[in-house]
C-alpha cells in the first residue's frame, strides 16, 4: 500500500519560510519522480516543483529563486522549502509519487500566508 505523508505546513508571515516533508512508503522511493502540487480555493491544482529519480529539477515560475525541492533516498523523504513566502502562496500543497502513468498522491498540508 502506497502512503505519501505530508507535514510542514501552518501559518506565515508575507516573507517568512516554511518547510515541507513528505514521507513515503509502499514504493522503491529512488526510482520515482516525485513532486509537489498546490491548489488554491477555487483554482485548478498546479505544479510547484519535481525532481526526479536522477536529481533533476524544475519549478514553476512563480516560485523560482524562492522554493527548493530537494530528496533523501535513504529516509524516502522528498522537502520542499520556501522562502520570501507570499500570500499568493496560500494553498494545500500535495506530494506526489510519479512513474508514469501513474502518479499517487498525499492527502495534503495547507500553507497559509498572511499577516
Keep these: 500500500q502506497v502512503q505519501l505523508v ?5 501559518l506565515v508571515q ?3 519560510s516554511l518547510r515541507l516533508s513528505c ?7 529512488s526510482g520515482y519522480t516525485m513532486g509537489w502540487y498546490r491548489q488554491a480555493p477555487g483554482k485548478q491544482r498546479d ?9 533533476s529539477t524544475n519549478y514553476a515560475d512563480s516560485v523560482k529563486g524562492r522554493f527548493t525541492i530537494s530528496r ?12 520570501s513566502l507570499k500570500p ?5 500543497y500535495y506530494c506526489i509519487a510519479q512513474v508514469l502513468p501513474t502518479t499517487y498522491w498525499g492527502q495534503g498540508t495547507q500553507v497559509t500566508v498572511s499577516s
Aim: charged fraction near 15%; avoid cysteine; charge should be negative.
Design 47 to 55: 505544479l510547484v516543483a519535481r525532481i526526479t529519480s536522477s536529481g
Design 14 to 16: 508575507p516573507g517568512g
Design 23 to 29: 514521507a513515503a512508503s509502499g514504493i522503491i522511493f
Design 6 to 10: 505530508e507535514s510542514g505546513g501552518g
Design 88 to 92: 499568493e502562496d496560500t494553498a494545500v
Design 72 to 83: 533523501d533516498n535513504a529516509k524516502n523523504t522528498v522537502t520542499l522549502e520556501m522562502n
